[in-house]
């Protein structure tokens, strides 16, 4: 078999190691539109809890990790002042160009090979047996073939922009600096002896009156923007010591999320995506060259398992690839949109709880806790030390009406929920104004994120109207966290969040992180155990 791998990234390279190491009868070329030792970006990031599956693969990722990258356990966020850590959180990294020059020479070792400056279209490939596209989020090949993959593509609000700097991280840091213009936010990482990774990010109204919208980025990839490199220079410059940052195409951008339900064609011609060219999940959870790596996993032995099928061999991959890239896609969505509103949480909230509403923004206070118990202890401290009492436990007054804690019970009705009924004074929750004493706003949140500003619309009505609590109640668990936090943040009301069955954990982690000041539901479900402090 002949198989032409476009793209030569770490996916399209760990691919064409792990079939040759399969099978070593199959022909294997790697096609890459640039030079071998060209790249764009600076670092690659993995966590170690995420690696197995790559290490048991073939050991090249090890091995540049161990000789060639920077290792570390804890993140530090820092704020207003403050520097806080959170261990148990052990993640490496590596620079990128170093680690494809060691997947280069794996690749070749093993009989592939690899034509750089080679930049081809399908009707160049016609004489393989497969073609692997892995030639990234603006894949050529993909966009050339003529079938229905199902794809969408979600672009978020943030604009991001990746730089290095010549300051070494002591390990994965999140630095956040409020400007004239607006809020902006570091992610930087060391990845090698001297160099770090420095990718900011921030919404785009501080973008535009920052000037930072001038630099064209239209024009063909090479040139940077130097404007926003100086601009970002001087607003972090005590952050990172006075050191420089470095530039390699750095221009700003808003992240796609790309997702796609198939994988392959094999009409008129056998194509399989690999990587971002099927799949993105935004950088922050650190997990797209890991995703393409896996995805070389699963295909190198979907084929090694069913040689000469085709067909059977790519609907194998997809059903062994698919289940974890919509995992981490998943938990990926909620930590863009944190993303989304950093600006906001950094006015809101002290650095403590600033903090840990980020490391909880897509894992609960008890998995929190056994990464980081430290860590998690002090947040819970921070609380008591506040309030003097556990977070489910602190009383709770607002309008006139009050509660001896965070949990409460509702009554719910066809239409969802009518009343709180304890465990303080009855509450009524109603769709507008009472004026016979405390009451209570519900405001059901919408079933995806294009819902929310007609829900935001409805919810300042409602807070003209002095409701002493605002309940949200179904949709997503996304879009109703973002409703409360709305109400809490943007409007000042209290937000009750409603859920169908009661998780004592992410009860805390809502409270906790002050994603919602109460945590509701059905009194016949609040009764079948008890909520622990």
Not at 32 to 48: H, M, P, Y
Not at 249 to 275: E, I
Request: proline content about 6%.
């Amino acid at each position: 078999m002949r198989v032409a791998v476009v793209g030569g990234g770490p996916g399209g390279l760990f691919f064409a190691t792990l079939i040759r190491r399969a099978d070593p009868t199959v022909e294997v070329t790697v096609f890459e539109r640039n030079r071998a030792d060209d790249t764009f970006g600076f670092g690659v990031v993995f966590s170690d809890r995420t690696l197995a599956a790559i290490h048991d693969a073939d050991p090249v990722l090890r091995q540049a990790l161990t000789e060639h990258g920077r290792h570390w356990d804890e993140i530090e966020v820092r704020l207003k002042g403050e520097r806080i850590r959170c261990g148990g959180n052990g993640m490496a990294a590596v620079a990128r160009r170093t680690l494809l020059a060691v997947m280069q020479a794996r690749a070749r070792d093993v009989g592939a090979q690899l034509e750089f400056s080679r930049d081809v279209a399908l009707d160049d490939l016609i004489g393989y047996d497969l073609v692997v596209a892995a030639d990234g989020t603006s894949s050529t090949i993909r966009d050339q073939l003529d079938a229905d993959l199902g794809a969408t593509v979600d672009t978020a609000t943030a604009k991001f922009i990746w730089f290095g700097t010549d300051y070494l991280f002591d390990g994965l840091t999140f630095v956040h600096e409020r400007s004239p213009d607006g809020v902006f936010a570091v992610h930087g990482y060391p990845i090698s002896a001297d160099i770090s990774t420095f990718i900011v990010e921030t919404d785009e109204p501080s973008w535009q009156r920052a000037g930072l919208d001038e630099f064209d980025v239209a024009q063909p990839p090479g040139p940077s923007d130097l404007i926003s490199k100086q601009y970002l220079e001087k607003l972090f410059a005590d952050q990172i010591d006075g050191h420089r940052l470095l530039v390699n195409n750095s221009r700003w951008g808003n992240f796609r999320t790309r997702r796609t339900r198939r994988w392959h064609t094999v009409t008129p011609r056998p194509v399989v995506l690999l990587g971002d060219a099927a799949h993105t999940a935004h950088f922050s959870v650190g997990s797209g060259t890991k995703m393409a790596m896996e995805d070389a996993v699963a295909l190198s032995q979907a084929l090694a398992a069913h040689p000469g099928d085709l067909e059977t061999a790519l609907s194998a991959y997809e059903q062994a690839a698919q289940p974890s890239v919509a995992k981490i896609q998943n938990s990926a969505r909620p930590s863009l949109a944190w993303w989304e509103h950093f600006g906001r949480y950094y006015d809101h909230f002290e650095p403590w709880q600033f903090s840990y509403h980020f490391l909880t923004r897509a894992i609960s206070d008890t998995r929190l806790a056994r990464r980081a118990p430290t860590f998690v202890d002090s947040i819970h401290r921070s609380w008591t030390n506040e309030y003097s009492a556990e977070p489910l436990q602190t009383p709770f007054s607002h309008r006139g009406w009050t509660s001896p804690g965070r949990v409460v019970e509702l009554e719910t009705g066809a239409d969802g929920p009518v009343a709180v009924t304890g465990p303080g004074p009855v509450l009524p929750l109603t769709d507008s104004a009472r004026a016979d004493g405390p009451w209570g706003a519900r405001l059901a949140a919408p079933d995806t994120e294009a819902g929310l500003p007609a829900a935001f619309t409805v919810l300042a009505d409602i807070v003209d109207h002095d409701p002493a609590v605002v309940a949200v109640y179904g949709g997503t668990a996304l879009t109703r966290t973002l409703l409360c936090e709305q109400a809490r943040m943007k409007h000042g009301v209290p937000a009750l969040l409603v859920e169908a069955a009661l998780d004592a954990d992410l009860a805390v982690t809502a409270v906790l992180s002050g994603r919602a000041d109460l945590v509701g539901a059905p009194t016949a479900i609040l009764h079948t155990g008890p909520v622990p402090a």
